[in-house]
C-alpha cells in the first residue's frame, strides 16, 4: 500500500516528465537536487522514502522516516509510511506501533488507516480485531475495493465464527458494490468448489459465460467443476464449446494454446463414471 504525500508543483514538474515516468533513479535525482535547494522539504524526504520502500530499498528507506521525524516529528504521513514499510519488512508489530502512536488527527480521517491496520492484525493471527477494524472501514465505505473486500474474505477463512461461508457471504457483498471483480469471483468460486456448493458455482459461472465477450475460460472452468462434480458427460460438453471458441480464433496468445492443450487433454481422459443422484 502507497503513502500519498503532498508534494510541491515544481516538484511533480521536475519528477513527471514523460521521459522518467517510470524511472525512479531520475526521480530520486530530481529530489536529491530539490532537497539541497530546501532542506526542509520533509514531503520530499518521505516521497523518496516511498520510492526507495517500492524498490525494496528499505534500509535506505528507514534513515529517510529517521530523516522525516527530526523535520516533522508526528505526522500522519509520516507513521503510515512507517506502517507500511514496517509490513514490507514482516514486522506487523511495529506497523501497529506506528499507527498508534500517532497523535496526528488526520491520521485517523485517511482511507489507508484501518486496512494498514487490520492487515497488521491479521498478520499476528488478532482475527477478531482485524475483522471488526476491516467491517468498521466497509461500512463506512472507507477505501472499499475489490481487494478489501478480498482481504476481508481472508480473514473470515481464519475465524472460527465465518469460516469458508462466512469468506463466501464477504465476497458476496463485494460483488455487489463492484460487478465483474474477477478476483472476487474467482475466490468465491474456489470456496464454493471447496464446500462441493457445486450447483451455486455453476449458477455462477453461467451468468459470467452469458456476459463475457471471451467465454472459453469460464467454460472451461464449468467443465472443470461439471467433472468435480461428477458430471463428466457434461464436463466434455463444455470443454469441447472451450476448445471451438479457442480454435476458432485467427491468432492465439500463449496462454490460449496452454488452455487448449489443458482441454484437449481434459478430453482424451477416461470418462469418469457418473455419480448417482
Excluded at 72 to 90: I, N
Excluded at 137 to 148: D, I, N, Y
Aim: hydrophobic share 45%; charged share 30%; with cysteine.
Amino acid at each position: 500500500m502507497r503513502c500519498c504525500i503532498p508534494i510541491p508543483l515544481a516538484v511533480l514538474l521536475l519528477v513527471a516528465a514523460p521521459a522518467a515516468a517510470h524511472d525512479d533513479v531520475v526521480t530520486l535525482r530530481g529530489i536529491d537536487t530539490q532537497l539541497s535547494r530546501d532542506g526542509s522539504a520533509v514531503s520530499l524526504v518521505l516521497l523518496r522514502a516511498e520510492i526507495e520502500r517500492a524498490d525494496r530499498q528499505w534500509d535506505e528507506a528507514e534513515a529517510d522516516l529517521a530523516l522525516a521525524e527530526r523535520m516533522a516529528p508526528g505526522t500522519a504521513a509520516l507513521a503510515r509510511c512507517r506502517a507500511a514499510l514496517a509490513l514490507d519488512r514482516g514486522r506487523p508489530e511495529a506497523a501497529l506501533r506506528a499507527l498508534e502512536g500517532c497523535a496526528d488527527p488526520e491520521l485517523m480521517r485517511d482511507p489507508r488507516t484501518p486496512w494498514l491496520e487490520g492487515e497488521a492484525l491479521r498478520r499476528l493471527e488478532r482475527y477478531d480485531e482485524a475483522a471488526a477494524v476491516m467491517d468498521d472501514a466497509l461500512a463506512r465505505e472507507v477505501g472499499a475495493t475489490a481487494e478489501r473486500y478480498l482481504a476481508r474474505a481472508g480473514v473470515a477463512e481464519h475465524r472460527e465464527a465465518e469460516g469458508a461461508s462466512g469468506a463466501i457471504a464477504v465476497l458476496e457483498r463485494g460483488l455487489e458494490r463492484t460487478p465483474g471483480a474477477w478476483n472476487l469471483l474467482s475466490r468465491l468460486l474456489e470456496l464454493e468448489i471447496g464446500l462441493e456448493r457445486y450447483d451455486s458455482a455453476l449458477a455462477r459461472l453461467d451468468v459470467v459465460i452469458r456476459r463475457a465477450q471471451r467465454p472459453e475460460t469460464f467454460l472451461a472452468q464449468r467443465g472443470d467443476v461439471l467433472a468435480r462434480a461428477g458430471r463428466g458427460w457434461e464436463a466434455r460438453e463444455a470443454w469441447t464449446l472451450a476448445l471451438a471458441a479457442l480454435e476458432s480464433r485467427p491468432k492465439q496468445s500463449a496462454a490460449d494454446r496452454d488452455l487448449a492443450a489443458k482441454l484437449h487433454a481434459s478430453l482424451t481422459a477416461p470418462l469418469v463414471k457418473e455419480e448417482t443422484p
